[in-house]
C-alpha cells in the first residue's frame, strides 16, 4: 500500500480487505483523528471514492472538541518548520510549500498571528494550507481572530474536513 512517507492504496480491494484495526491505522496519517480513522474503515467497503468522502463528511459531523484535539495534536503551525518524516508530516510538508516563498514581513506576521490564535483558542491555527497563498493564510488567520469560540470550533472543524478530504483524494483511486 505505502512507504513510510505517502499514503496511497492501489485499489479499493486493498483498503477493503484489510483487517479494520489495520484499515483504520493507515487512514489515521490523513486526519489524526482516532474516531474519525475507526468510523471510515467501519462503514466498507467502498468502491468509489465518492462514497468514501461521503463516509468521511459523516464521520466529521459527529466528533467532539477532543476529537478535534487529538486530530489537531498532529497539525504543525502554519509557517513553523514541519519536522517528522512519517506521513503525516509529508503531507504537512506538501500542503505548506507555498509558506516557503512567503516575504519576511509575512512570515512575521503569521508567526505573531500564530501566538495571539493559540493564546485565544488554546490550539493550533488550522487552516487548509494547499491551494493558498502565505498572504490569503494571514488573511484567513486574521479573520478568524474575531471569531468567537463556537464559531471557531466550527471553522476548525470544516478545516479539518477540507483537508482530510484533499488527503483522502490523493490515497485513493478515482
Known sequence: MRNADSIRWKSWDEFNDQPSTTAAAGLLPLCGSRRWAHEVAARRPY???????Q???????????????EALAGHP?????VRGDG??????RSEQASMAGADA??????????????SKFDRVF????????????????RRRLGNDPETEVAEVRE?????TTLRLEGAFPA
Open 55 to 69: 463516509a468521511s463528511d459523516a464521520a466529521f459531523a459527529g466528533l467532539t472538541e477532543a476529537d478535534l484535539a
Open 126 to 141: 488550522l487552516i487548509r494550507a494547499a491551494g493558498r497563498t502565505p498572504q490569503e493564510m494571514l488573511g484567513e488567520l
Open 87 to 92: 506521513a503525516a508530516a509529508t503531507l504537512s
Open 47 to 53: 468502491d468509489a471514492r465518492t462514497a468514501l468522502l
Open 105 to 118: 514581513d509575512v512570515s512575521e506576521a503569521i508567526l505573531r498571528g500564530n501566538a495571539d490564535y493559540e
Open 159 to 163: 478545516q479539518l474536513r477540507q483537508i
Open 77 to 81: 503551525r502554519i509557517g513553523d518548520r
